[in-house]
């Protein structure tokens, strides 16, 4: 069977299509790249926002029109949370049992009817077993935790993920060691609410896990992925100061700098908060890059909140900003809240914002000019090698031979454009 898959969203769900590939290789099936003609294929759907909704649909009705004969199968949150959206699909799963895929493929070749296996999710507390062996880019990227309780007024998450549950702590270090034995160098621990990891036990929590796994021979490099400003206190960053491989690296979610914005957000913290936590990594780690994701035109934001948050995220000097225009999402509060702001302003706020993303990410990455940093090949093309630095840094160097995976170090000589030579 040629099998199709094609992953939108996050990197869960990269992961967990990851885990997906194999079990379908491990029975023989054919892996085709997305749009080719196939047997199967799968959609693993995003429902962050309306657009990405309607991409998910988008990207089954494409897959129908490639191949009218393939078994569709559509999985993740859109379905979890719209299951009744996917029509054409021959398979509906939400984000539980996902491994189940490959027997509900083979119920419906057996029983030539389609299958919907939605179950409920708000309820769920088990994590669903997941081990990943091997990873399509020379990072693994980890999935340790799920789900989410904040309740973020714009989110539909917690209502497509779920409460917050874990992977054990062994079984955690054990898929990092296993990777480590298969050559890998960098890992990336992800989930949808990572510093919550380990919550639900109550035994141990991110920052012990951390320490066992900076503990590896072998392994050089611990990413985070996206986590929550609040995790950053005095106790953890001197936890994290201790660890050897941990990046320098971290991308604490802002989503605004005015405090009032962020209070119809329901976030926990202030602006005040969040300068705080940016002060407490700089002072702990100086070659820190501090990444983050801003929402502009939330419902009720006034021209002066948004300066408000221009001047903020100035101030902080982030080495990335990931700009999104508020997307209204069916289901969450800030769907219908009033004062929406206008698109030709969400446009034009958007605008403004990525141009000072723009600036601040030339000035922190110039910084490092005539500085020597290590840094992890990831690919070689026509006598040009890249990679980025522990605290992610692009950076390209001139090479006659392929250095894919190899961490050397690498003098910063001058800047490029998005990348240092």
């Not at 789900?147 to 409460?163: K, L, V």
């Not at 960098?186 to 141990?204: A, K, N, Q």
């Not at 990594?281 to 021209?303: M, N, Y």
Request: hydrophobic content about 40%; aromatic content about 6%; glycine content about 6%.
């Amino acid at each position: 069977m040629r099998v199709s898959i094609c992953t939108l969203g996050c990197k869960v769900n990269h992961y967990e299509s990851q885990i997906l590939r194999r079990l379908f290789e491990e029975r023989g099936d054919e892996l085709v790249p997305f749009g080719a003609p196939c047997d199967l294929a799968v959609i693993h759907s995003c429902a962050v926002t309306e657009e990405s909704s309607r991409k998910s649909r988008q990207m089954m009705r494409r897959a129908r029109r490639i191949s009218p004969d393939a078994i569709v199968a559509v999985l993740g949150c859109l379905t979890q949370v719209e299951p009744e959206s996917c029509p054409e699909a021959d398979i509906v799963l939400g984000n539980r049992d996902k491994t189940s895929l490959p027997a509900l493929v083979d119920r419906v070749l057996a029983e030539r009817a389609s299958v919907n296996a939605v179950t409920p999710i708000l309820s769920h507390r088990a994590f669903e077993p997941m081990i990943l062996q091997s990873d399509e880019r020379v990072r693994a990227t980890v999935k340790v935790q799920d789900g989410c309780c904040n309740f973020c007024s714009y989110c539909i998450i917690p209502y497509a993920r779920g409460p917050i549950r874990s992977k054990t702590i062994d079984d955690a270090v054990s898929e990092v060691e296993g990777l480590v034995r298969q050559g890998y160098r960098e890992v990336v621990l992800t989930g949808i609410h990572l510093d919550s990891y380990g919550r639900e036990h109550g035994r141990y929590d991110l920052y012990d896990l951390l320490d066992r796994l900076d503990a590896i021979e072998g392994l050089e490099r611990i990413r985070l992925g996206s986590t929550e400003p609040v995790m950053i206190t005095p106790d953890h960053v001197a936890r994290m100061k201790r660890l050897r491989h941990l990046c320098h690296h971290f991308n604490l979610s802002l989503q605004s700098g005015c405090t009032a914005t962020l209070k119809r957000m329901r976030r926990r913290y202030t602006a005040a908060e969040y300068d705080s936590y940016a002060k407490l990594l700089r002072e702990a780690f100086p070659d820190v890059a501090l990444t983050t994701d801003i929402i502009v035109g939330f419902p009720g934001e006034t021209e002066a909140e948004f300066e408000e948050t221009l001047a903020f995220a100035k101030a902080i000097g982030f080495a990335k900003i990931n700009v999104f225009p508020f997307s209204p999402r069916r289901g969450t509060p800030a769907w219908d809240m009033p004062d929406p702001v206008p698109p030709p302003v969400k446009k034009e706020r958007c605008r403004r914002m990525l141009r000072l993303s723009e600036e601040s990410e030339r000035s922190f990455a110039d910084s490092f000019v005539n500085q020597t940093v290590l840094v992890l090949f990831e690919s070689w093309e026509n006598g040009v090698a890249r990679g980025y630095s522990e605290n992610f840094l692009s950076l390209s160097v001139e090479s006659k031979n392929d250095l894919v995976g190899q961490i050397l170090p690498v003098r910063i000589v001058a800047p490029g454009k998005g990348v240092l030579i």
